[in-house]
C-alpha cells in the first residue's frame, strides 16, 4: 500500500476507530486531517472541530480545508444511549451530509470509506424507508420521522447504520459523474470504549449475534481494512459494503437459511 502524499480527512479521530485509522495512516505516510467533536491531539497533522449533529458545524469545518484531499473516512457514531432522532442524525445524516460538501474537493481517484455496522445486515427489509429517509436532510424534522416509521430506541443504531449501507450503494453513479469511490465496511464488535454502550443497550434479539462472535475485532483488524479501500489497490471495490466481522455475518445467514 501506499499512501505516502496522500491527505485523509477522518472523523471520529478523539479516539477508538478513528484514532486507530489515524495512527495507522501516519505510519502509511500519509497526512491526516482530524475532525471530531472532542480535541483530538494524537496521530494527527491537523484538528478541526467537528459536530455532526450540527449542519452549520460541518459546512464551517469544511470550509477550513483548502487543500487536495485523496480520502474521507467517515468514522464518527454514537451508540443508541442517544434520543433515536439524534443517532440518526449523527450517524447517517451527518455523515452524509459531510461528504457530500467534501466531494468537490476529493481529487479525481479519491476514496471515501463508510463505516457502517453488522447491525445493518437486513438493510433491505427496510427498504421503502430507506427511499424516503433519502428524500430528507440534516435540517428535516426527524422526530416527525421516527415517530412515523417506527424508530425507536431499540432499532435506531441498527436503522442510522442501515441508512450508510443503504446510501452507500445507491450512490455508485458518482463513478461515471467524478472518479470518486465510495464504499462501506461492517465490522462486528470492536474493542473501542464505545463496546460497553452497545453491551448495555443490547435487546434480547441482538444477544445471540454477540454469543456467536468468537471475539472482538481489536480496531487495527478494522482499520487494516480502511486503509486497503483508501489506497489505489482496492480501486475495483466500489459502492460495495463488506463484512469485516471474523465471520459473524456467515454465521447469521447460515442460521437465517437453515444450510
Ligand atoms: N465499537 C464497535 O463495536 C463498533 C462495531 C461496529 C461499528 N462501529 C462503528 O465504528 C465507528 C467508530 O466507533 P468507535 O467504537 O471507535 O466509537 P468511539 O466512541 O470510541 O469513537 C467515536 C468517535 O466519534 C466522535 N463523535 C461522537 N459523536 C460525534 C459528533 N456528533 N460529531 C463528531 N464526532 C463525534 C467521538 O468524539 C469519538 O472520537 C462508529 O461509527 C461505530 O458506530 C463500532
Redesign the pocket.
Known amino acids: 500500500m501506499n499512501l505516502e502524499r496522500k491527505t485523509i480527512v477522518v ?10 485509522i489515524a495512527q495507522q495512516l501516519k505510519a502509511s505516510g500519509a497526512r491526516v486531517i482530524g ?4 480535541e ?1 491531539t494524537e496521530h494527527v497533522d491537523h484538528y478541526i472541530p ?5 449542519g452549520k ?1 460541518i459546512e464551517t469545518a469544511v470550509s477550513q480545508i483548502n487543500e487536495p484531499i485523496h480520502g474521507l473516512c ?6 443508541p444511549t442517544l434520543p433515536p432522532p439524534l443517532v440518526l442524525k ?2 447517517y445524516f ?1 455523515n452524509r451530509h459531510l461528504s457530500e460538501m467534501m466531494l468537490p474537493k476529493i481529487e479525481e481517484g479519491g476514496s471515501i470509506v463508510n ?5 445493518a445486515m437486513g438493510w433491505a427489509r427496510n427498504i421503502e424507508k430507506h427511499k424516503v429517509l433519502r428524500e430528507l436532510s440534516i435540517e428535516d424534522d426527524l422526530e416527525a420521522f421516527c415517530a412515523e416509521y417506527d424508530i425507536v430506541k431499540a432499532n435506531c ?1 441498527h436503522f442510522s ?1 442501515e441508512a450508510i449501507v443503504a446510501w452507500t450503494i445507491s450512490e455508485w453513479k458518482r463513478r461515471e459523474e467524478r472518479d470518486v469511490r465510495m464504499n462501506a465496511i ?10 460497553p ?2 453491551l448495555s443497550d443490547m435487546t434480547p434479539k441482538d444477544a445471540p449475534m454477540f454469543e456467536m462472535q468468537r471475539s ?2 481489536e ?1 487495527e483488524e ?1 482499520a487494516n481494512v480502511v486503509l486497503f479501500l483508501l489506497d489505489d489497490a482496492s480501486r475495483w471495490i466500489h459502492a460495495a459494503n463488506i463484512p469485516v466481522d471474523g465471520g459473524l455475518s456467515a454465521i447469521v445467514q447460515k442460521r437465517i437459511f437453515q444450510f
Do not use: C, H, M
Open positions: 472523523t471520529g479521530t478523539s479516539r477508538g476507530l478513528g484514532a486507530q475532525l471530531d467533536k472532542n483530538t467537528l459536530d455532526l449533529a450540527d458545524s467517515n468514522v464518527a457514531g454514537v451508540a449523527i450517524n451527518g463505516i457502517a455496522s453488522g447491525t443504531y447504520k461492517s465490522p462486528g464488535p470492536i474493542e473501542t470504549p464505545l463496546l454502550d452497545f472482538n475485532a480496531p478494522i
